[in-house]
């Protein structure tokens, strides 16, 4: 199985802020990355996918950049209802695996 | 706009069978080339990848839980399926079925998610 690993596991943050959210692969999965946000009692949304393509209706504040082994989200200015948990997930081969999340909260 | 909605039972007893239905409505499950999948998140844990359904055929599970998956559609109710068989405590969790397509197989669409709690 690729183990997918993100980095933090939680931060603290202001609105207004940027915000850097790391995820790392076990094994090269080329640009076959996801990124969802994900809010208390709800699915998950996607917010990019293939690595660093932002799907309609995400807004341009978040993106992805990253290939092979090391990705990047980036959040450019937080907003309140940026405030969630936050999962990549690897789709190079089956089994499909997730990171453990990154939780945004408040400062 | 597709929508996904899971229904089932809330509680299994162990060792019995969790069956889960997901209703696809606003597209046919059949259009396109996609797959249909499920996923579970125990409470305040991460998310787990348990298995999909291939539109044109065809089922890839989870080896964790490949023996005790199964994943099937049903193209007149435009609905797909999961069971799981010999459930534990550790198989509590909500779950969630999804759409899984597009470049880099992402999941697009999700139900609301159905907590299914594991006990006597």
């Known amino acids: 199985d690729i183990q997918v690993t993100q980095s933090p596991s939680s931060l603290s943050a202001s609105v207004g802020d940027r915000v850097t959210i790391t995820c790392r692969a076990s094994?090269?999965?080329?640009?076959?990355l996801n990124w969802y946000q994900q809010k208390p009692g709800k699915a998950p949304k996607v917010l990019i996918y293939?690595?660093?393509n932002l799907p309609s209706g995400v807004p341009s504040r978040f993106s992805g950049s990253g290939s092979g082994t090391d990705f990047t989200l980036t959040i450019s200015s937080l907003q309140p209802e940026d405030f969630a948990t936050y999962y990549c997930q690897q789709s190079s081969s089956i089994p499909v695996t997730f990171g453990p999340g990154t939780t945004v909260d408040i400062k | 706009q597709l929508q996904l909605q899971e229904s089932g039972p809330g509680l299994v007893k162990p060792s019995q069978t969790l069956s889960l239905t997901c209703t696809v409505s606003g597209g046919s499950i059949l259009s396109g080339s996609f797959y249909w999948s499920w996923i579970r998140q125990p409470a305040g844990k991460g998310l787990e990848w348990i298995g999909r359904?291939?539109?044109?055929?065809?089922?890839h599970y989870n080896p964790s839980l490949n023996s005790r998956v199964t994943i099937s559609l049903d193209t007149s109710r435009n609905q797909f399926s999961l069971r799981l068989s010999s459930v534990t405590a550790a198989d509590t969790a909500v779950y969630f079925c999804a759409r899984e397509g597009g470049y880099s197989n992402y999941f697009e669409y999700w139900g609301q998610g159905n907590l299914v709690t594991v006990s006597s």
């Open positions: 094994q090269d999965i080329s640009q076959y």
């Open positions: 359904f291939y539109n044109s055929g065809g089922a």
């Open positions: 293939g690595a660093s």
